[in-house]
């Protein structure tokens, strides 16, 4: 065989076995989560019922790819992306204009100090609303999660700026100490047309037998759409407790969120939540209660969800809800709904 050839063969089976090597010491999976529900919704202040299929009400449809890699030493490089979409329509993201990877899309190095991440991260403060309430990160049925993160502006409640997930932003999670965990977030608001700042947010998680606590507080100062005159921020702090009996799960939150700006303005939430074990699943019932001073007026929104939730297995469940939502001055809104939840 001529010597080039040779050189040629020798590279591309050393090559192989590099790739071999380091293949050995990594991995990627694919993962996700689809759900499905119909029903028949009302909005608060209308007559109008409307039957609707609809993606993610319980828990928003998503596709991820995570991996890892072994460096040795005890640490390791990680990353992961991970993609909204609408089973209902075959679109991607949350809404239309939604970015594609909006879940997230991070890279990171994890070890004995804990793990940061680099890239589009999700809050603390949404973990610790979804962790500490019975509906869990339901944007369709969840009071908690409706009341801070979605508001119905339409029925005279104030506006949630931050999303869910910040862009250009390093996360760190720190290891648990006895039950005890740290989560940090910042960003840099580059490029954002409402920048008076960084975004910055932390967490405490608390886990401890059947007792479990969070705190987490939050303050943006860009990335936000729609603000008012004078923007300057919005800074939102949570207290959030679950204590569980076993013949039933309590759940406790409240948030309070600040908006400053020309007229400064603010949004007080509490929750009460129980989750009930009865056979293969857990019947789940989460009452909010939201309250939004705009200094010579208020305006209150009441939530209150019912619902059963069945496991077929540890990955697909079904379940049932009806939803009641009042504002001040508006009849009420009354929507029942079922879905299928599978996860892989």
């Known amino acids: 065989m001529p010597r080039r050839a040779l050189s040629v063969v020798t590279a591309a089976a050393l090559s192989l076995g590099a790739g071999t090597a380091v293949q050995a010491q990594s991995s990627v999976s694919a993962y996700g989560?689809?759900?499905?529900?119909?029903?028949?919704?009302?909005?608060?202040?209308?007559?109008?019922?409307?039957?609707?299929?609809?993606?993610?009400?319980?828990?928003?449809?998503?596709l991820g790819f995570k991996g890892t890699e072994d460096l040795g030493g005890g640490l390791k490089a990680v990353f992961s992306f991970e993609h909204f979409l609408r089973l209902d329509t075959g679109e991607p993201g949350r809404f239309n204009g939604d970015a594609f990877w909006a879940r997230s899309a991070w890279v990171g190095l994890s070890g004995a100090f804990g793990t940061s991440k680099l890239g589009r991260n999700t809050t603390p403060l949404f973990v610790s609303t979804l962790i500490f309430n019975a509906i869990g990160d339901s944007f369709g049925y969840s009071p908690s999660i409706r009341q801070l993160f979605t508001p119905n502006t339409g029925a005279g409640m104030l506006p949630f700026f931050g999303d869910t997930g910040w862009n250009s932003s390093l996360a760190y999670n720190s290891p648990n100490f006895n039950g005890l965990s740290l989560n940090l977030i910042g960003n840099l608001g580059e490029g954002s047309a409402t920048a008076n700042g960084r975004n910055i947010g932390a967490?405490?998680?608390?886990?401890?037998?059947?007792?479990?606590?969070?705190?987490?507080?939050?303050?943006?100062?860009?990335?936000?759409?729609?603000?008012?005159?004078?923007?300057?921020?919005?800074?939102?702090?949570q207290l959030g407790l679950s204590y569980d009996l076993s013949v039933v799960k309590l759940f406790g939150q409240y948030t309070l969120a600040k908006t400053k700006a020309t007229?400064?303005?603010?949004?007080?939430?509490?929750?009460?939540?129980?989750?009930?074990?009865?056979g293969a699943g857990k019947v789940l019932l989460q009452y909010g209660n939201a309250t939004a001073d705009r200094g010579a007026t208020e305006v209150v929104n009441k939530t209150l969800t019912v619902g059963y939730d069945y496991f077929l297995s540890k990955s697909t469940d079904v379940y049932a809800v009806i939803v009641n939502d009042k504002a001040t001055g508006l009849d009420a809104g009354n929507s029942v709904a079922a879905g299928l939840r599978v996860r892989f």
């Open 263 to 278: 007229l400064n303005t603010d949004t007080a939430i509490y929750g009460l939540g129980a989750a009930v074990p009865v």
């Open 203 to 237: 967490n405490v998680l608390y886990f401890r037998g059947p007792f479990a606590a969070t705190v987490a507080a939050q303050q943006v100062k860009n990335g936000a759409f729609g603000v008012p005159a004078g923007w300057a921020s919005q800074d939102t702090v």
């Open 33 to 62: 989560l689809m759900d499905m529900s119909v029903g028949q919704y009302q909005a608060t202040g209308s007559s109008t019922k409307l039957w609707r299929a609809q993606s993610g009400n319980m828990t928003t449809s998503f």
